[in-house]
Nanobody, 124 residues
């Protein structure tokens, strides 16, 4: 069973950048659609970015489009989230997730394996 571990969170000033990484133990994530979600205090967890299983197609929420980029590092079997031009509204716990089943488009799939999350705090 795939287990996901996020890293790379931290405190950054508005306008700065961070790169989150998601690695797997227990199996490869190369064959799964992968996504990053975030949950801000008092709010629901929402999809930020997703990447398709094999094609490399990506999907972003409107709030991060043009600032964030999701990618795979196949050699390291990790999924990255490059976050640029960060804003205080980006402050949240960021979760990596995998969709280990099939049948639903990666941009709206019911992701079923989750990491523990990593805190991102953007100061104004």
């Amino acid at each position: 069973q795939v287990q996901l571990v996020e890293s790379g969170g931290g405190l950054v000033q508005a306008g700065g950048s961070l790169r989150l990484s998601c690695a797997s133990s227990g199996g490869t994530i190369k064959t799964y659609p992968m996504a990053w979600f975030r949950q801000a205090p008092g709010k629901e967890r929402v999809l930020v970015a997703a990447i398709a299983r094999y094609s490399g197609l990506t999907h972003y929420s409107d709030s991060v489009k043009g600032r964030f980029a999701i990618s795979r590092d196949s050699a390291k079997d990790t999924v990255l989230l490059q976050m640029n031009s960060l804003k205080p509204d980006d402050t949240a716990i960021y979760y990596c997730a995998a969709y280990t089943m099939t049948g639903v488009h990666f941009s709206r799939a019911p992701y079923d394996v989750w990491g523990q999350g990593t805190q991102v705090t953007v100061s104004s």
